[in-house]
């Protein structure tokens, strides 16, 4: 059961997974069947004309194809005003369903809502006897999930009454790409990284998540939310704590969810000169000439929401204490590329001419997530000849190269959910701790710096590193 069933993200990015999903499973898949439901007073043609234009308009199918996958899985029930009538009479639509289409009676709702629609959607289930089916059923969020520490915590409250943890799986799409979870792999199948992983070897990391789009036609979530609830909050802070988490016991989710959750937790207090916002003025990318984000469709002329943020964070734990964390993430940036950067410690002792020891490169390990997935190690060797002289070479791995395109990040969250596996889901203590961390900026915001449109972000976000004797790699 899909909640918002006629919106974008249904559009844009649910169909498209499923149709997939259902593609890459083909006969292997368990008998399934897609219910959409939103106010929309449409019936089940409607919906499925609808579902096959995006599916075409996605790029995944052809017209006939699309159609004829629609009318095998799409149904769809509308939610009219949303009472207590129209939820029982959801109730015996699911029911039919699964008795026309034999199925199981296992159950997903899938919330593709926002936020503050969420606690009555999931009331109302509640007392219409769907939060308990003949088999199971998951409930999913997509985030962001509440707007701070105190609404998190509500929305978990209110979850609670209705559904046990298990069975919520809360959606940061980050964790399904692919890149995001070979960071484990990376980390724990190979002895050479994990051994150097820690603060005796490392000087700092960074964790850039740049897009060059603007707010788009989003004006009325973002103009709300702001870069730190939008991106910092979620995608970034769970980059962070897949980089620094300890080794888990094993793969299971909780066991994974534990050693991410203990990173948040020792990350000491931000302060006020530890954050850095802005927002885009006018500016240039390219021969595109970039409205400022005030005077974007439906933004407020006076609007102080930030469209850039960074961070520097410390944690406070015996692999990481002293090694400085910078998170930066920002709209109308140069390009779209998500990183993290590894920078190494220098050598202890330098007797090679040409620099000086404080000059000399150190060794980083550049982990791209996107756009060109794969990792590059930057590493010295000494150019051919008779002198010694030292040059900078990389050794690099491209996924597209080895396996071509990659998969959705739905798609791999569809599957786990389908499985019940939570390992690649946020946990309700998790995303209260993540908001944690934040509270000190949100309840007191610093100023707002301006950058143009089509640069790395406000000048003043340099000083975090370089206050402590670094640079953002860009820079
Ligand atoms: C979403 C944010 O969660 O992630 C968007 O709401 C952002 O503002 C998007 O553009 C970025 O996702 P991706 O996968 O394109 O990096």
């Not at 692999?319 to 050598?347: A, C, N």
Request: with cysteine; net charge neutral; hydrophobic share 40%.
């Amino acid at each position: 059961m899909v909640f918002g069933a006629t919106g974008d993200l249904m559009r844009r990015k649910l169909l498209p997974a499923l149709y997939e999903v259902s593609a890459a499973l083909g006969g292997g898949a368990p008998p399934f069947r897609i219910l959409g439901c939103a106010r929309a007073p449409l019936d089940d043609t409607a919906f499925q004309r609808e579902a096959t234009a995006s599916l075409v308009a996605a790029g995944v199918a052809r017209a006939p194809a699309a159609r004829r996958w629609a009318r095998k899985f799409l149904r769809y029930a509308s939610l009219g005003a949303g009472g207590p009538d129209d939820y029982a009479a959801l109730r015996r639509r699911i029911e039919q369903v699964e008795a026309v289409d034999r199925l199981p009676g296992h159950r997903i709702f899938y919330l593709a809502l926002p936020s503050e629609a969420i606690p009555d959607v999931v009331g109302r289930l509640g007392s219409a006897g769907l939060a308990r089916g003949p088999g199971w059923s998951r409930l999913v969020i997509e985030k962001p999930f509440g707007t701070d520490l105190a609404s998190a915590e509500a929305l978990n409250a209110e979850l609670h009454r209705e559904f046990p943890e298990g069975s919520i799986y809360r959606i940061d799409h980050y964790l399904g790409k692919e890149t995001v979870q070979n960071l484990l792999v990376f980390r724990f199948a190979n002895m050479l990284f994990e051994s150097v992983w820690n603060r005796d070897r490392i000087s700092h990391v960074e964790i850039t998540v740049a897009e060059s789009l603007g707010v788009e036609d989003r004006a009325s979530y973002y103009d709300g939310a702001g870069a730190l609830r939008d991106m910092l909050q979620s995608h970034l802070t769970q980059l962070l704590s897949l980089a620094a988490m300890e080794v888990p016991s094993s793969l299971e989710a909780d066991a994974v969810r534990n050693e991410k959750v203990k990173v948040l937790e020792s990350i000491e207090p931000l302060r006020p000169d530890d954050v850095v916002r802005g927002q885009y003025g006018a500016g240039r990318l390219g021969t595109a000439r970039l409205a400022p984000y005030r005077r974007e469709a439906g933004i407020p002329r006076g609007s102080t929401t930030e469209t850039y943020v960074a961070v520097r964070l410390r944690l406070n734990s015996w692999r990481w204490q002293g090694v400085p964390f910078f998170l930066r993430t920002g709209k109308r940036l140069p390009e779209k590329r998500t990183e993290i950067v590894v920078h190494f410690r220098r050598p202890p002792v330098w007797f090679f001419p040409g620099s000086a020891p404080g000059e000399i490169s150190a060794n980083t390990l550049r982990i791209t997530l996107q756009p060109d997935e794969g990792f590059e190690l930057a590493f010295e060797i000494k150019r051919p000849g008779h002198a010694i002289v030292l040059e900078t070479h990389r050794l690099h791995f491209l996924y597209a190269e080895a396996f071509g395109p990659l998969a959705d990040a739905y798609q791999t969250l569809l599957i786990d959910l389908m499985r019940g596996d939570a390992t690649l889901f946020v946990r309700g203590d998790e995303v209260e701790a993540a908001w944690r961390v934040y509270a000190p900026v949100l309840q007191r915001p610093p100023p707002l710096h301006r950058y143009p449109a089509g640069t790395w972000g406000p000048r003043d976000a340099d000083r975090l590193p370089v206050e402590l004797g670094h640079a953002w790699s860009d820079a």
